[in-house]
């Protein structure tokens, strides 16, 4: 009142005419006088503006009761009594109270009888509306539910099916965990096995508990609604089961949360959440979907042994402590997108069912994938993943961990391609770090691929666009778009309408926003990308010796078997000059075993088998067999027909490397006497051509066997420096392979 009684003063001697001229008075006092009220005057507005402020921004500062009133049993008794019906549900509304069940216990012994009484008596339990208030002292929802034997039938109906299956589990560890008593001779507790339900919702939206929040070995009914709301003290949840949806949106958990072996049954919230003294879910359940995203963690976190049914996301947390995941089991996909790691993250022994999502990850000082088992379509998925080399350990199951990270391009993921590599090779782990390193020359050649035969997006044609998996209809928003803007890179076809994401990771990978280079350029691209292309299908980038060794069991026979062929088949007229049968069957034989042993070999190795053979195919068989077709058109008729074309050092038989030797004798005359024509009339002479073709390939061999160099056709002899380059090409990559998979070894360094 007194505050509207000085306004209207003010306003009145604001509004206040002038006073009338003084006659007894002088003329300077009049002046004097009326000086004075004009000054009071305009004081008297500057206060009242401020006195309209204060009424306006701080009405409660006079009027208003307390934010929070506290609850009394006469409130407590007429909110039971009489609870409101909203949205069709009865509700007993505590809202913006404050409730103390710290200071006086005959109050908390009513608080908890009133209440659990009218939240079970009903057929359908009310909810119990606790939004906005303060909760002083311990918070006990056992208290608040309904008490009720383990065994029996009397929760079948309030129970869901996951819920009654469950239950049954539950029956079934007491009685295990009872006879595992009698038989230890352990004195068990004579209790009565019974659960708790609260069967009604709870809504706590930015409820304040000072005290410790306890659900432990509750059945949750309802609806459990805690958006915002902030914990002081410690979260007790062990044990409890969730059976519908609860939502802990933004919630301060400034305690600990302990909920060890909790089971929620529906989607669980806990994103934008605060958790300040670290959390334990050990052995918890997530039946749904469970969502940590944009969440706060510190202190030990334990996730471990979890069995999350549904997507676990995780994505844009902060973990300021070890995040703990051991023998946890992810049915569906784990989002950690955007995650920041302060501390070491242990995943091992995990159960990975579904991709893992890393991207734009940064990890802190170490990430633990060991013993991780990955389903068939689990991996994970690390574009953009970042970590230090010097400072952060990647540690895995050998030979397994570096086949679990994919990255769907190579722009933008270089360094982070590079960064693993050197991490597997720091820790030793070579054959992980080699496949990181053929992953990557993999990507560089879709790269290269993309621009030499991707579709230009300021010019491609609409059958281009088409062709590269835009639709019709986005290929026409494309063309319109363009003519407009012009796109500077392939993520700025997102801004055109009617194109969304999934058509942007469809059409990536064909298409390009500007080709660069002349036809100079584009052709030494080209090359290099059939060089590259070679080296993966052939060898994995130096990385898998299985495959390039089978690639050289498939060549050597092949060549030995043209050779044999050429040398032993001469003519049909005029005089028959013809192998004999079982020579050839001898040959077939060992050729034919080395041949299969071979393909096994690289059908298990290649990603690709068809590939492989097919570039092997092309490199091992037209050529040559061109050349004998050319040999048998044309006819030998020279001297020393009956002669074999191959000689041999007959000075000495040992075992030796032959880099350097080259596949025709010299043409000096002392080393004609030591180089003697093979002898042809020998059962074991088709070994000659297997160890001929050996030498050539391999550079290494029994016997230093060569070709003479008198009396010769020009096409044999062009056929056999053809294998002789090929195998020389083909041992540089052995060499290179092996010095790549081999820890310290650098073979190339030596010859």
Request: glycine fraction near 8%; charged fraction near 20%.
């Amino acid at each position: 009142m007194f505050p509207g009684f000085a306004f209207v003063c003010l306003i009145y001697l604001g509004f206040a005419p002038d006073p009338p001229g003084l006659g007894a008075l002088s003329r300077r006092w009049t002046w004097t006088v009326q000086r004075s009220l004009r000054s009071l005057r305009w004081l008297s507005w500057v206060v009242a503006m401020l006195v309209m402020a204060n009424l306006v921004l701080v009405p409660t500062a006079w009027a208003a009761p307390p934010a929070h009133p506290a609850l009394t049993l006469e409130v407590l008794r007429q909110r039971v009594a009489t609870p409101l019906q909203r949205e069709g549900r009865t509700v007993i509304d505590l809202r913006s109270f404050t409730i103390d069940l710290k200071t006086d216990p005959a109050f908390t012994t009513s608080f908890y009888r009133l209440l659990s009484h009218a939240l079970q008596r009903p057929a359908t339990p009310p909810m119990l509306d606790l939004s906005y208030a303060t909760v002083q002292g311990e918070f006990d929802l056992q208290k608040l539910g309904q008490r009720e034997p383990l065994y029996g039938d009397t929760l079948a109906p309030l129970l869901s099916p996951e819920g009654l299956s469950q239950l049954k589990r539950d029956r079934q560890r007491l009685s295990q965990l009872s006879r595992l008593s009698q038989s230890l001779l352990i004195q068990a507790d004579r209790t009565t096995q019974d659960i708790y339900l609260f069967r009604g919702p709870l809504l706590a939206i930015q409820t304040r508990f000072e005290g410790r929040f306890t659900a432990g070995e509750t059945y949750l009914l309802g609806r459990v609604l805690a958006q915002g709301a902030v914990f002081d003290q410690e979260v007790y949840l062990a044990g409890a089961r969730f059976n519908q949806e609860v939502n802990w949106v933004g919630a301060e958990f400034r305690g600990r949360v302990q909920a060890k072996n909790a089971i929620f049954f529906a989607p669980a919230r806990f994103d934008q959440g605060t958790f300040r003294q670290g959390a334990n879910f050990q052995g918890a359940e997530f039946k749904d979907n469970a969502n940590f995203s944009g969440s706060q963690l510190a202190g030990d976190l334990n996730f471990s042994r979890v069995q999350w049914q549904g997507t676990a996301d995780f994505a844009r947390t902060l973990w300021q402590g070890t995040a703990f995941f051991l023998r946890d089991r992810f049915d569906r996909a784990l989002f950690l997108t955007e995650a920041r790691f302060e501390a070491p993250l242990i995943l091992r022994q995990a159960r990975f069912g579904a991709p893992v999502n890393l991207r734009n990850a940064l990890l802190g000082p170490e990430a633990d994938f060991g013993d991780t088992i990955f389903q068939p379509d689990a991996y994970l998925n690390v574009p953009g993943m970042e970590f230090s080399v010097e400072q952060t350990r990647l540690l895995g199951t050998p030979g397994r961990i570096g086949r679990a990270f994919s990255v769907p391009q190579l722009a933008g993921n270089e360094t982070l391609l590079r960064n693993l590599e050197r991490n597997f090779r720091q820790i030793e782990q070579i054959s992980d770090a080699n496949h990181i390193a053929y992953a990557t020359e993999r990507l560089r050649l879709k790269d290269w691929q993309r621009q030499l035969i991707g579709a230009d997006l300021n010019h491609a044609s609409l059958g281009a666009l088409v062709k590269a998996g835009f639709k019709e209809s986005q290929a026409e928003a494309l063309i319109a778009y363009r003519q407009d803007k012009t796109i500077v890179a392939v993520d700025d076809i997102l801004n055109v309408k009617g194109i969304d994401l999934a058509a942007y990771v469809k059409v990536r990978d064909h298409v390009l926003a500007r080709r660069q280079g002349n036809w100079g350029g584009r052709l030494t691209l080209a090359l290099r990308w059939m060089l590259l292309a070679v080296l993966i299908v052939l060898s994995h980038y130096g990385t898998s010796f299985g495959l390039i060794f089978g690639v050289g069991l498939v060549a050597i026979p092949t060549f030995a078997g043209m050779f044999w062929f050429v040398d032993r088949y001469r003519r049909r007229t005029p005089t028959p000059i013809l192998p004999p049968v079982g020579e050839g069957l001898w040959l077939g034989g060992g050729g034919g075993l080395l041949l299969i042993l071979g393909l096994n070999n690289l059908i298990r190795a290649a990603d690709y088998p068809h590939l492989t053979l097919l570039c092997l195919g092309l490199l091992i068989l037209p050529v040559p067999l061109l050349l004998i077709g050319l040999l048998l058109k044309k006819g030998r008729f020279h001297d020393q027909i009956h002669d074999s074309y191959l000689v041999e050092d007959g000075s000495m038989r040992q075992l030796r490397l032959l880099i350097a030797r080259l596949p025709v004798i010299p043409k000096f005359p002392f080393f004609r006497d030591r180089y003697t024509p093979i002898l042809l009339d020998r059962r074991w002479n088709w070994l000659n051509y297997l160890d001929f073709s050996l030498n050539n390939w391999l550079k290494f061999g029994f016997n230093d066997l060569r070709l003479r160099d008198e009396n010769v056709p020009g096409l044999v002899t062009v056929l056999v420096w053809y294998q002789w380059g090929l195998g020389l090409l083909y041992t540089a990559l052995l060499l290179w392979t092996l010095s790549r998979t081999i820890p310290g070894l650098n073979l190339l360094l030596y010859f």
